[in-house]
């Protein structure tokens, strides 16, 4: 399977029709090129733009969505389409789209763990709370966002669920750089997963992107690292390696805290 990670710069003086436009004649690129195509978090506002959060927002089969499908069926190709600020029933969440190769919603995930310490997206965004998973051919991927990728149990929760892969789109501050490569990798090997985690560049709100998109193999090796601008990182993946892993170091198979019932006092 091939993998093509779009590093999108978001630039706050483009308006978001460009961007969105821009977006998908980068998709469009990749036909011929990758299996599965994915953009990185909210890069429809910026992710730290938390004031144009609500101006910035769309429901689900909004322009970002039906721009986005049609990038998709034209490229031909799986796309996770990053994730946008999806407005229903007066709240506001930040949700990704899954599109088929033929331009159908496939999946969406609301990201569950929002990031601000009680304030921006963390009082701004109502919480997801779903796990989601979606089957590819050959492979099936579980759907995290940026901030989830500190919480280990949600990894945990989509292995349970049939992963074999995950897809994390972000906007990541380049000051925690390095925070983002070992929980890239963390999440990759104690799950025996592929990760591939998609970030931005350029400047949310005063805040510069790491970009720094990488793709983990499950034995936590990196296998392609962007740099910090706007870029297309491109990489294959083997769906075997991660059966081939996990047999071979059988560690899941070992789990004990979080499989058994606790006991009650």
Same mark, same amino acid.
Request: aromatic letters at 6%; charged letters at 25%; glycine letters at 10%.
């Given at each position: 399977m091939?993998a093509?990670?779009?590093?999108?710069?978001?630039d706050p003086?483009?308006?978001?029709?460009?961007?969105r436009?821009?977006a998908?004649r980068?998709?469009?690129?990749?036909?011929?090129?990758?299996d599965?195509?994915v953009l990185?978090? +909210?890069?429809?506002?910026?992710?730290?733009?938390?004031?144009l959060?609500?101006?910035?927002?769309?429901? +689900?089969d909004?322009p970002?969505?039906?721009?986005m499908?049609?990038?998709?069926r034209d490229?031909?190709v799986?796309?996770?389409?990053?994730s946008?600020?999806?407005a229903?029933?007066?709240a506001l969440? #930040?949700t990704?789209?899954?599109?088929s190769?033929?331009?159908?919603l496939a999946?969406?995930y609301?990201?569950?763990?929002?990031f601000?310490?009680?304030e921006?997206?963390a009082?701004?965004? !109502?919480?997801?709370e779903d796990?989601?998973t979606?089957d590819?051919?050959h492979?099936?991927?579980?759907v995290?966002?940026c901030?989830d990728?500190?919480?280990?149990?949600?990894?945990?929760? +989509?292995v349970? !669920?049939?992963?074999? !892969?995950f897809v994390?789109?972000a906007?990541?501050?380049?000051?925690?750089r390095?925070h983002? @490569?070992?929980l890239a990798?963390?999440?990759?090997v104690e #799950?025996?997963?592929?990760?591939l985690a998609?970030g931005? !560049?350029g400047?949310?709100?005063?805040?510069?992107?790491?970009?720094r998109?990488i793709?983990?193999d499950?034995?936590?090796?990196? +296998?392609?690292?962007a740099?910090?601008?706007?870029e297309?990182l491109?990489v294959?993946?083997?769906?075997?390696?991660?059966a @081939?892993?996990?047999?071979?170091?059988?560690?899941?198979?070992d789990r004990?805290?979080?499989v058994?019932t606790p006991k009650?006092?």
């Amino acid at each position: 399977m091939r993998a093509s990670l779009i590093q999108i710069a978001v630039d706050p003086d483009e308006p978001v029709d460009a961007r969105r436009a821009r977006a998908a004649r980068l998709v469009r690129e990749e036909s011929g090129r990758a299996d599965l195509v994915v953009l990185p978090e +909210l890069w429809t506002v910026g992710a730290f733009a938390s004031d144009l959060f609500a101006a910035g927002s769309e429901p +689900l089969d909004g322009p970002t969505h039906r721009v986005m499908a049609g990038a998709a069926r034209d490229a031909g190709v799986w796309l996770h389409a990053g994730s946008f600020v999806e407005a229903e029933a007066g709240a506001l969440y #930040n949700t990704s789209l899954v599109l088929s190769p033929d331009g159908e919603l496939a999946a969406s995930y609301r990201k569950i763990h929002r990031f601000g310490f009680d304030e921006g997206e963390a009082v701004l965004m !109502a919480a997801g709370e779903d796990l989601v998973t979606v089957d590819l051919p050959h492979l099936t991927v579980g759907v995290g966002t940026c901030y989830d990728l500190r919480f280990p149990e949600l990894f945990r929760g +989509l292995v349970d !669920a049939g992963a074999q !892969a995950f897809v994390v789109p972000a906007g990541w501050p380049a000051r925690r750089r390095a925070h983002w @490569t070992l929980l890239a990798r963390a999440r990759a090997v104690e #799950n025996q997963a592929y990760v591939l985690a998609c970030g931005t !560049a350029g400047t949310h709100a005063g805040v510069e992107q790491a970009g720094r998109s990488i793709v983990v193999d499950p034995w936590g090796e990196v +296998l392609a690292e962007a740099g910090p601008g706007e870029e297309v990182l491109r990489v294959e993946l083997d769906p075997g390696r991660v059966a @081939t892993t996990r047999e071979e170091f059988p560690a899941l198979k070992d789990r004990v805290l979080g499989v058994r019932t606790p006991k009650r006092a």
